[in-house]
């Protein structure tokens, strides 16, 4: 079974929130955007409890369009939509089939730079980070070349 939910918020529900300040609009799930070489992509969203609404989603298998990664180049990940710094963000690769690989634990930071020293093949990132109010996280489908 695969639950999925969504979101609905009034323009006028948004405030401008600083990094100091506390979470004040819960119900904005944050997106992530990886950028490699000057290519922004947005990742396929994963599970995520966010303000006591979960959406469990399965592992994806339609792994077209890869991002194609050069060994030892840097990937860039952003954290958008919400002004808090997380409390954590986790960086796993997968082999396509599934099998973790490596697991990348990242500063608690909006913006995050890391590399990765993997063998030419196919792999899933799943990039999850955590606030108080919740979790989320988003799958990237790469190919290191």
């Known amino acids: 079974m695969v639950l999925l939910?969504?979101?609905l918020i009034n323009k006028?529900?948004?405030?401008?929130?600083?990094?100091?300040?506390?979470i004040q609009v819960a119900s904005i799930v944050?997106?992530?955007?990886?950028?490699i070489h000057s290519d922004s992509y947005r990742g396929l969203p994963g599970s995520r409890c966010w303000d006591?609404?979960?959406?469990?989603?399965a592992f994806p298998t339609n792994?077209?369009?890869p991002i194609i990664v050069r060994g030892g180049e840097p990937l860039m990940l952003d954290i958008e939509g919400i002004g808090a710094n997380p409390e954590g963000v986790q960086v796993t690769v997968f082999m396509t089939t599934g099998d973790i690989?490596?697991?990348?634990?990242?500063?608690?930071?909006?913006?995050?730079?890391?590399?990765?020293?993997?063998?030419?093949?196919?792999?899933v990132i799943?990039?999850?980070a955590r606030w108080s109010v919740?979790?989320?996280?988003y799958y990237y489908p790469i190919t290191i070349e």
Do not use: H
């Open 5 to 7: 939910s969504c979101w």
């Open 12 to 22: 006028d529900q948004v405030s401008d929130v600083s990094s100091d300040t506390p």
């Open 30 to 35: 944050p997106t992530m955007k990886l950028t």
């Open 52 to 57: 006591k609404l979960c959406a469990d989603m």
């Open 63 to 65: 792994l077209e369009n």
């Open 101 to 123: 690989v490596e697991q990348i634990p990242l500063g608690p930071f909006l913006r995050n730079k890391f590399f990765l020293t993997l063998e030419e093949d196919s792999y």
């Open 126 to 128: 799943s990039i999850s």
């Open 134 to 137: 919740g979790d989320v996280s």
